[in-house]
């Protein structure tokens, strides 16, 4: 009689539940900071992105239309401590939707102006 498989034997065998194990995309030198690549992982679509030598991974799509989010514009966060002054407080850590112009900041993956709105 066979044995029955471990839970993690299930899990691996699961559609749909990729998102806890790991994934080689490519070679670190592949991805030097500031870069991204756009992979396929299960069938789905996902952004890697190098900030600052740390990888961040999104589902490129956004939320709110399901627009290629991965493909927008990368661009710093800019606060107001003020009036009339801006300053740059991260760089190149936000990914603007290139449909919507929706923001999101790839370390969290969540929405700029909607905290409830999350890329996973």
Known sequence: MASKPTVEERAQRAPGRSANRRHVVAPAAELPPGARKIVSVDGREIGVFNIG??????????????APL??????PLMVAPGVYQLDREREAEILKCPWHQWE???KTGRALYD???RVR
């Open 70 to 75: 991965c493909h927008g514009r990368l661009r």
């Open 104 to 106: 999101f900041d790839v």
């Open 115 to 117: 905290d409830t709105m």
């Open 53 to 66: 030598g740390d990888y961040y991974a999104l589902r490129n799509t956004c939320p709110h239309r399901g």
